[in-house]
């Protein structure tokens, strides 16, 4: 997760202050696509890949399944994870659950500029055991993560 925090700091910071769009403060489109599960559709993704990173977040739910690269992996409330660049994944879950679960897709041209070693990188947050092993930067992850969601997602006042 070495690089993670500073790559998600810098998100977050486009985006901290209060006279900013959802767009840079050059009006660029962010550096990045944040995504939230629309809780009247079903959980299901069927398996696509993305040109960049992609970090998910369960905040509630049950076990929801993701498949990646043929690999399933089990998730529960409160985990993180990440899916390297043009991996092929999928979601799945029971369909009666009240799901919440949201994440970006880390612009990779963005992410080459801004850490040009990042080009190599494969990363292997992993919920509960990436939790277990580095706990300190998984905590800073998940809440730069949920600073980034809240910035997106309340309503800001017009002035």
């Known amino acids: 997760m070495k690089g993670s925090g500073a790559i998600l700091q810098n998100l977050e910071a486009r985006f901290s202050d209060e006279n900013l769009t959802r767009d840079g403060p050059d009006n660029s489109p962010p550096p990045f696509k944040y995504y939230e599960h629309d809780p009247l559709t079903d959980i299901n993704v069927a398996p696509h890949w993305h040109q960049g990173i992609e970090l998910n977040y369960l905040v509630s739910g049950t076990t929801l399944k993701f498949v990646t690269d043929g690999q ?33 897709i880390i612009d990779d041209d963005f992410l080459q500029t801004q850490i ?39 309503p800001r006042p017009i002035c």
Not at 75 to 94: C, E, F, I, K, Q
């Open 72 to 104: 399933t992996n089990e998730y529960r409330p409160g985990d993180l994870w990440t899916t390297n660049r043009r991996v092929v994944h999928s979601a799945s879950g029971p369909t009666e659950v009240d799901w919440v679960e949201f994440g970006i």
């Open 116 to 154: 040009p070693a990042s080009a190599n990188w494969q990363l292997t947050l992993n919920g509960a055991a990436s939790s277990k092993t580095h706990p300190q930067a998984y905590a800073d992850v998940r809440q730069q993560l949920v600073t980034i969601h809240d910035l997106l997602t309340t």
